[in-house]
T-cell receptor
Framework: KQEVTQIPAALSVPEGENLVLNCSFTDSAIYNLQWFRQDPGKGLTSLLLIQSSQREQTSGRLNASLDKSSGRSTLYIAASQPGDSATYLC?????????FGTGTRLKVLA | EAGVAQSPRYKIIEKRQSVAFWCNPISGHATLYWYQQILGQGPKLLIQFQNNGVVDDSQLPKDRFSAERLKGVDSTLKIQPAKLEDSAVYLCASSEGRQGYGYTFGSGTRLTVV
């Protein structure tokens, strides 16, 4: 059974810091991995999708890496801003469904 | 491009009452998903439709939950009767196909059962 774990559960950093969010999964037989952002009371916004054959994806200040063999992914946020404050969820795709982690609540202080 | 539409945004009901949620996916998206997100947890897939057929409903509590997707477009999720532990955000999502491209979530319906 696939289990997805995210560390840390919560993170508070000053504005401008570079930070890393971690995601680990127990079954490496995944199709892809996505990182999502969730704002309070809102739905999920897809940030980055990494196919199982890829090692990383980049979008603006975000960079996500994937090491499928070790069951790990990281989301790197450069030069964090208060607007980055949200919950970040990683999800792995098994066949036709996504299994989600419990998320990392990020607060960037001005 | 219009996103995934869900209604209502919020709902408060008493236990043992029934409730229904509605979802309109992105136009042309064949695959539709309903997720349940309990506070502090990640979303959990309840049911997945491919067009108007059910692909996976293994985690749907079928004694009280039901869902349908008539004509392969809009979908409704119903709970009857509701329990306190059903309090959660119910998220609808859609994608172009089963590979997950264009995976888009709606804003969700926050259900509180008292």
């Amino acid at each position: 059974k696939q289990e997805v774990t995210q560390i840390p559960a919560a993170l508070s950093v000053p504005e401008g810091e570079n930070l890393v969010l971690n995601c680990s999964f127990t079954d490496s037989a995944i199709y892809n991995l996505q990182w999502f952002r969730q704002d309070p009371g809102k739905g999920l916004t897809s940030l980055l999708l990494i196919q199982s054959s890829q090692r990383e994806q980049t979008s603006g200040r975000l960079n996500a890496s994937l090491d499928k063999s070790s069951g790990r992914s990281t989301l790197y946020i450069a030069a964090s801003q208060p607007g980055d404050s949200a919950t970040y969820l990683c999800a792995v795709r098994m066949a036709y469904k996504y299994i989600f982690g419990t998320g990392t609540r990020l607060k960037v202080l001005a | 491009e219009a996103g995934v539409a869900q209604s209502p945004r919020y709902k408060i009901i008493e236990k043992r009452q029934s409730v229904a949620f509605w979802c309109n996916p992105i136009s042309g998206h064949a695959t539709l998903y309903w997720y349940q997100q309990i506070l502090g947890q990640g979303p959990k897939l309840l049911i997945q439709f491919q067009n108007n057929g059910v692909v996976d409903d293994s985690q749907l509590p079928k004694d009280r939950f039901s869902a349908e997707r008539l004509k392969g477009v809009d979908s409704t999720l119903k709970i009857q009767p509701a329990k306190l532990e059903d309090s959660a955000v119910y998220l609808c999502a859609s994608s172009e196909g089963r590979q997950g491209y264009g995976y888009t979530f709606g804003s969700g319906t926050r259900l509180t059962v008292v």
